[in-house]
């Protein structure tokens, strides 16, 4: 088949991290330059059986960096992450000319503080408002925001960005982050949080001052986290126009 000029473009597999067997990273770079905001997504693409296989995903570089990085979970009964999943270095994707989405920190409310609660690969969008703010300040440019954080797993292998998230919380006092286990008893070396984001929101909210009247919350990744998370934070006092969602996958319905 011939692939639309306007709608895609070849984006070169540049770099690939293999974190656990089911979560790995890359870096592409595109023909063009993708212009977008930390938190947004872009849509990546393969050729199959003479029809293109799209999906979008969160970007987790920032826009100051030449390449565009995603996180991925292999799905295996997914469309496109098997066969992305053999993809190396020096392999060619499509990708769309524009990236899209709203979940981008907030800068209309005047809300210095931002909670930002993820399980597993929902860190992405996170890791991209970090390393933008990181470049700003490194610029000498003040960062008028405070970032803390959420990052759930069932084990601390998935913290695939864990590493580089900590340095920046020891570089810069405008950043928290606090990875939790929720399957403490399959990784008996982990020493820090565990629980679910549901143990620990009310907690963390309450002992860093994330109140209501300063604070927007972002939820991102699995929607049943999110949909737990949003009745806490609505009974703690969190309007609904605080509480961002990116949902990365919808459940099935049961059948009746």
């Not at 799209?54 to 996180?71: N, Q």
């Not at 919380?169 to 399957?183: C, D, G, H, K, N």
């Not at 919350?217 to 703690?236: D, F, T, W």
């Amino acid at each position: 088949m011939t692939v639309s000029a306007e709608k895609f473009q070849k984006a070169r597999i540049t770099f690939r991290k293999d974190h656990t067997e089911e979560l790995w990273s890359i870096r592409v770079r595109p023909e063009h330059t993708i212009p977008f905001k930390p938190g947004q997504y872009g849509t990546l693409g393969i050729e199959e059986e003479g029809k293109i296989v799209e999906r979008a995903y969160s970007i987790c570089s920032s826009p100051h960096e030449d390449e565009v990085e995603f996180f991925f979970e292999l799905v295996r009964i997914g469309r496109l992450t098997p066969p992305l999943y053999h993809r190396q270095a020096g392999d060619l994707l499509l990708m769309r000319h524009n990236a899209k989405g709203v979940f981008t920190l907030d800068g209309k409310s005047g809300h210095r503080q931002h909670l930002l609660i993820c399980t597993v690969t929902g860190i992405a969008p996170y890791v991209s408002m970090a390393r933008m703010l990181t470049h700003e300040a490194r610029q000498g440019r003040p960062v008028d925001a405070r970032l803390v954080v959420l990052h759930a797993a069932s084990h601390s292998w998935e913290f695939a960005y864990r590493e580089e998230l900590d340095a920046l919380a020891r570089e810069f006092p405008w950043l928290t982050y606090i990875p939790l286990v929720s399957r403490p008893w399959e990784d008996l070396e982990w020493k820090g949080e565990v629980g679910r984001v549901e143990d620990v929101l009310r907690k963390y909210s309450d002992e860093l001052g994330l109140e209501p009247q300063d604070t927007t919350v972002y939820l991102c990744g699995h929607p049943q986290m999110i949909e737990n998370a949003k009745g806490i934070l609505r009974r703690r006092g969190f309007a609904k126009e605080f509480i961002r969602e990116e949902v990365y996958w919808v459940p099935k319905k049961e059948a009746g």
